[in-house]
């Protein structure tokens, strides 16, 4: 089925370990997200991607790297996992046409022990 | 700074009841209002508001926007269990990369 998918649904790792998180869509979109969720916070931007290899930073990008080599993949790598990164994460997908909406994966809950 | 407002930040309400949910709204370069409906997964998306006075109406969902005062409702008619989620209000600022602020969401649950 075409849609968004993020792998994998479920992760737990310790502090200091490196993880990645992947996200795939197959509509062609232009722009990609990644969002954490917090109690208490909502949906907060890490980083954000226009195109393949264009990528920039959203509200809350210490601690996280992105890569963007085909316009399908986004994933999000966390370089040395901290307590404080244990969040549930989204990947979203847009069209470059600005009156279109976001679309959600399904997310990724992430514990760092 | 941008910022978005929901209340109340949770509701119980039992089937049949009409429920209105409210969303303010304080950004710059104002584009658009969005009402997602959040589960256990994913948003999914209901509306987007773009002028105001105009209402979006899906089935037993509505919304309306005013850019005036700078707020946007969303209303549930004859509720069932089946609309117990979290609804995220976010707005659409006209930034390089058409930046979406999200509110904190509002929690409705629905009893039989």
């Known amino acids: 089925d075409a849609g968004i998918t993020q792998s994998p649904r479920y992760k737990i790792t310790e502090t200091g370990r490196q993880v990645t998180l992947m996200c795939h869509q197959t509509?062609?979109?232009?722009?990609m997200f990644w969002y954490r969720q917090d109690l208490g916070h909502g949906l907060r931007l890490i980083y954000y991607s226009a195109a393949a290899d264009i990528t920039d930073k959203g509200e809350v990008p210490d601690g996280y790297v992105v890569s963007r080599s085909k316009t399908e993949n986004f994933p999000l790598t966390l370089e040395s996992a901290t307590r404080s990164q244990t969040s549930v994460y989204f990947c979203a997908s847009r069209d470059v046409y600005s009156n279109q909406p976001q679309h959600f994966g399904d997310g990724t809950r992430l514990s760092i022990l | 700074e941008d910022k978005v407002v929901q209340s109340p930040l949770s509701l119980v309400v039992h089937e049949g009841d009409t429920v209105t949910l409210n969303c303010s709204y304080e950004v710059t370069n104002f584009r658009s209002l969005l009402w997602y409906k959040q589960e256990k997964k994913a948003p999914t998306f209901l509306f987007m508001l773009?002028?105001?006075?105009i209402e979006k109406k899906s089935g037993r969902l509505s919304s309306i926007l005013d850019k005036k005062e700078l707020f946007s409702i969303l209303n549930i008619t004859a509720t069932q269990t089946g609309d117990s989620a979290v609804y995220l209000c976010a707005v659409g600022s006209r930034t390089s990369y058409d930046k979406v602020i999200f509110g904190p969401g509002t929690s409705l649950s629905v009893i039989p």
């Open positions: 509509w062609s979109h232009s722009y």
């Open positions: 773009t002028s105001s006075g």
